[in-house]
């Protein structure tokens, strides 16, 4: 056999789909397939539900708008995430950070930031969201540098406490709790002035899709230079590679830590000053919904590149869209609807592990 024939047999067929493509691919479609069985399982209408998970996700401006804003929590606590586990930090507080933003921005609406021009009647809660989570991860990192404390149980644990904060403000009117005039008063704060609601950015009066969007765009932009393109990504890469070396090279491993894990905090407390601004409007205990825990998921399967964020956070901000409805519309149990969301994301991260795409970079 010639050398050119050997070479000709062992190179793969120019048709042939990558690896990386075909088996996410038929991953996620076993995945659906056992929801399709769960679904089936519970007496509910398959056509039905899966009716109600695509009407839920793009059936209108409204849904898709819906999901784009969901999407953008997402995003910019995934973005944190990819930020401080350059430095090999491991910010699992996304919640909590989520749950400090949304009761600054809360506070700040409705006490003086509505007297304010529009713009700064809408930048000022943002603002005050971003500094909270910001103390947040701050503390965290303090923490890591002065005690040693793994950041994954501080963020953990301080995300408990944000949790807990949430449900004293909504509980106590000394706070944020709105006056009681009877016994069915809920235990929430007042709606948001009007001046102090993200603006939306589409004519259609239907569509709920806000500047949230934007926001989260110029924030992914911005962390994308930062470790692509800046001498402060070079640091917090060598800070995460080398803690020792990196400090013999005199770079100031400690306050890089409390930067990275600060930054990241910020970005989770302006997720939760947006979801209140952009389509809460009313604070409530567990307005959080999960989504700091979500936007974790959507930073760790995106091995740090911030295309693969924005990506993830699209995905996972249109399955809670279709979840929801599907939920609504054809009356599948909510349990279900989160163990099919599950599966989804053991599905992705697992074939990211088969394909070779699991370890950090």
């Known amino acids: 056999m010639s050398a050119g024939a050997t070479v000709t047999k062992g190179a793969a067929p120019a048709w042939a789909p990558p690896r990386t493509v075909v088996i996410p691919v038929l991953a996620t479609l076993a995945a659906l397939g056992v929801g399709v069985l769960l679904i089936t399982a519970t007496g509910t209408s398959v056509p039905d539900a899966i009716a109600g998970f695509w009407d839920g996700m793009v059936g209108s401006s409204f849904a898709i708008g819906a999901s784009i804003n969901r999407a953008v929590a ?22 909590g950070q989520i749950a400090v933003g949304g009761i600054a921005a809360t506070a700040l609406a409705l006490h003086g930031a509505a007297g304010l021009p529009r713009p700064l009647a809408v930048g000022v809660p943002l603002a005050a969201g971003a500094a909270a989570g910001a103390l947040w991860g701050a503390v965290a990192g303090g923490l890591k540098v002065r005690r040693r404390t793994n950041e994954v149980i501080s963020t953990l644990l301080l995300t408990f406490v944000g949790l807990l904060m949430v449900y004293w403000s909504v509980q106590s009117e000394n706070l944020l709790r709105q006056p009681m005039t009877s016994a069915a008063t809920l235990p929430e704060s007042l709606e948001l002035p009007a001046a102090t609601k993200l603006p939306t950015v589409l004519r259609d009066p239907g569509s709920p899709l806000h500047i949230g969007a934007f926001i989260a765009l110029a924030a992914a932009l911005a962390v994308g230079l930062v470790l692509a393109r800046s001498a402060l990504g070079v640091r917090l890469r060598a800070v995460g590679l080398n803690e020792l070396a990196s400090r013999r090279a005199g770079i100031r491993d400690g306050r890089l830590v409390v930067l990275a894990l600060t930054v990241a905090g910020a970005l989770g407390g302006l997720a939760g000053a947006i979801m209140l601004q952009g389509e809460l409007w009313i604070l409530t205990s567990g307005f959080t919904s999960g989504y700091g825990f979500d936007g974790l998921v959507v930073g760790l399967l995106s091995r740090g590149s911030v295309v693969a964020v924005i990506a993830g956070a699209l995905f996972f901000g249109f399955l809670r869209s279709g979840g929801l409805a599907m939920e609504i519309t054809a009356g599948v149990p909510a349990a279900v609807v989160v163990l099919i969301q599950g599966l989804l994301v053991v599905t992705i991260a697992g074939t990211a592990i088969l394909t070779d795409q699991g370890r950090p970079p």
């Not at 930020?83 to 910010?91: D, E, F, P, Q, V």
């Open 74 to 95: 997402l995003a910019l606590v995934g973005l944190g995430f990819i930020l401080a586990n350059r430095a090999n930090l491991t910010n699992v507080g996304g919640e």
